[in-house]
């Protein structure tokens, strides 16, 4: 067992952001990388399904760190609006000091460039705090943080020659 002590909520919460991202973005390329067969074969043996295992963990501080399935995680916030041509290969949420994160990964079957304007459009409403892109040896990165009077929203969105993924976090103010 690990276990490491911060002092600071901010170092914290990144912390587990970055933890989130890791593992949502290792999950993303793992499953994309198995072959459909096995994955079926897999589920044929194993007797339970993801929705009848709940994993909750809970530092002595009370923050909590929840790894979801594959649709959007309970207590989304309805004014965040998720593309629904995504297909979601991991989902969570985490409460640090009273604030609720959530996070999708995804892959997506069009361009990065195309899911990225759809949420440039559906969340023009709120403020645009960063914009970012970054093309590099054919993989492009696309990141952009949102914010409003209760959220910060941030969407990265990577495209390569075999894919599209998007990584969408949704962080209580």
């Known amino acids: ?32 990388s ?10 044929e043996e194993t007797s339970l399904k993801s929705e009848e295992i709940e994993v909750k963990m809970t530092d002595e501080e009370g923050n909590e760190l929840i790894p979801g399935g594959t649709s959007v995680p309970e207590g989304w916030p309805e004014t965040v609006p998720v593309n629904d041509k995504i297909k979601i290969s991991f989902s969570g949420s985490s409460k640090i000091e009273g ?8 892959t997506y079957s069009g361009t990065g460039q195309e899911l990225y304007d759809w949420y440039k459009k559906n969340l023009s409403d709120w403020n ?22 209760n ?9 390569n ?13």
């Open 151 to 159: 959220s910060i929203v941030t969407v990265w969105i990577t495209e």
């Open 161 to 173: 020659d075999d894919e599209v993924v998007l990584i969408q976090n949704v962080s209580e103010k």
């Open 128 to 149: 645009t705090d960063s914009d970012s892109f970054l093309e590099s040896d054919g993989e492009k990165i696309f990141s952009i943080q949102f914010s409003n009077n």
């Open 34 to 43: 198995c072959k459909k067969k096995d994955a079926e074969k897999v589920a």
């Open 1 to 32: 067992m690990v276990s490491i002590r911060m002092e600071g909520g901010i170092m914290k919460k990144t912390l587990v952001i970055i933890i989130i991202i890791v593992i949502s973005t290792t999950l993303v390329f793992f499953i994309g």
């Open 99 to 106: 604030k609720t994160n959530w996070n999708i990964s995804s």
